[in-house]
């Protein structure tokens, strides 16, 4: 068997990092990642966390909007309610590469072009 993710997104909010009762920290995130053409909804919101001090450190610096690739594994986490046991499902990031940073503004290039 095989619990292996790699998906290509956006990153939809800026991280949170979250220090657990062990004592390591882990980073969640969001990535938005766009569903083949012909579907009404046309994205899925898709839960990340990085526990890796380095995929942590790139996720924190990329910018919201960056395009990014995220590798790892399929979990599903447990917590309690009020109202019994909830869960959602996570992809456990192993590695992320930032493929395009958001652009912030215009370019010189293209400040000029429209002057």
Request: with cysteine; net charge positive.
């Amino acid at each position: 068997m095989v619990n292996h993710v790699r998906l290509r997104g956006i990153l939809a909010a800026e991280p949170q990092l979250r220090e657990l009762p062990s004592g390591d920290e882990l980073c969640q995130f969001r990535l938005t990642v766009p569903r083949p053409d012909g579907e009404a909804v046309r994205v899925d919101s898709i839960d990340c966390a990085a526990a890796n001090p380095r995929v942590r450190r790139s996720v924190i610096a990329a910018s919201v909007g960056a395009d990014l690739t995220v590798e790892g594994s399929l979990h599903r986490r447990f917590w309690r309610t009020p109202t019994g046991v909830a869960s959602r499902y996570e992809v456990r990031v192993s590695s992320l590469r930032v493929l395009r940073r958001r652009q912030t503004g215009a370019s010189p290039d293209q400040k000029q072009a429209s002057a």
